[in-house]
């Protein structure tokens, strides 16, 4: 069993910062990929950044040269560094990761989110 725990959300005006983390705690050792998602009203959840257990990461074009993902291993955490923030970033924003069980099967754990809103 795995719990994640996101923070860093709030409101900020366009072209502003925010850190999101996501610290997990439980079975934290049989954790590969982790990933941030995104759902805005009426919009479908989408991949933002992830990153594997070996350091590997990979972005949405909408945030590819202004997020950041990485990994502290000794806090157990993820970060997302937002720079150069736009409206259209508007989203809960929730962590995923992914237990590896053997073979092709998989168990995924979700945080609650956490709200980010950008005003123009």
């Known amino acids: 069993q795995v719990q994640l725990v996101e923070s860093g959300g709030g409101l900020v005006q366009a072209g502003g910062s925010l850190r999101l983390s996501c610290t997990a705690s439980?079975?934290?050792?049989?954790?590969?990929?982790v990933g941030w998602y995104r759902q805005a009203p009426g919009k479908q959840r989408e991949l933002v950044a992830a990153?594997?257990?070996?350091?590997?990461?990979e972005y949405a074009e909408s945030v590819e040269g202004r997020f950041t993902i990485s990994r502290d291993n000794a806090k157990n955490t993820v970060y997302l560094q937002m720079n150069s923030l736009k409206p259209e970033d508007t989203a809960a924003y929730s962590c995923?990761?992914?237990?590896?069980?053997?073979?092709?099967?998989?168990?995924?754990?979700w945080g609650r989110g956490t709200q980010v809103t950008v005003s123009s």
């Open positions: 990153v594997t257990s070996g350091g590997s990461t």
């Open positions: 439980g079975n934290i050792f049989s954790i590969s990929d």
């Open positions: 995923n990761a992914r237990l590896p069980l053997g073979g092709l099967r998989n168990e995924y754990y």
